[in-house]
């Protein structure tokens, strides 16, 4: 999912996959199912951000398939011309297409993490694919995105967290109260599993707003 947003942010108009046909990997892996459904979930959450899901496409076909892949491509690359840059049918500037793909890159490890049973389902007929991944599972899934704040009544400087992250968006550094940079985090939950439960610093907040870090001078931990 994170090729297929980085592809758009690049200024892709377009983004066509494929892969070998389902249930013929000679390697006796699902990659193929994964990939599918990874589609298909981006595709619904596209339509959810208001682009174009035309604009993304998976096929699947062998090395043989060379008229196949020639035909497919020649399609895919007409429908794309019919719709124009990126934003231009969908009425979104640059700005605002970057700025939903920009937050939608951050959030593809939750995403990926919430939605890792459904990634391996095996189905093969194309009519039920629209069932996997709906516009109101989609929405559930946006509305219920956690964030995760430090208490600063309760940290205790004990950095654990933050050398933790995995993408160095806790704030801090020895006898300082530590601020999670909420632009950076991807949701992973790891600073509330290790936060020492006597200091449970670390909250999940889901449906409501996370309060304003702390300004910078009072971060001195007073012990
Ligand atoms: S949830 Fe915590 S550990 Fe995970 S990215 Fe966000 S701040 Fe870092
Ligand atoms: S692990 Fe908990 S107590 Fe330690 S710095 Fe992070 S939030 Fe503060």
Known sequence: MS?????????????F??????????????????ALNMTLLFKKIMEYLGISPERVHIEFMTSSDAQHFVETVNDFTDKIRLLGPLGEREGISDEEIKAKLSKLINLIPYIKIVERDRFKLKINNPEEWDKIFTIEHVRELFDT??????????????TICAQRCPVDAIEGGRNKIHVIDQDKCIKCGTCLLVCPTKFSAVKKLVGEPVPPPLAEEKRIKVR
């Open 17 to 34: 996959i494929a892969g070998c046909r389902l249930n013929e990997c000679s390697y006796i892996t699902h990659g193929n199912y994964y």
């Open 3 to 15: 090729f297929i947003a980085r592809s758009f942010y690049n200024g892709a108009d377009g983004v």
């Open 145 to 158: 995105i956690p964030s995760y704040w430090i208490d600063p009544e309760k940290c205790a400087a004990c």
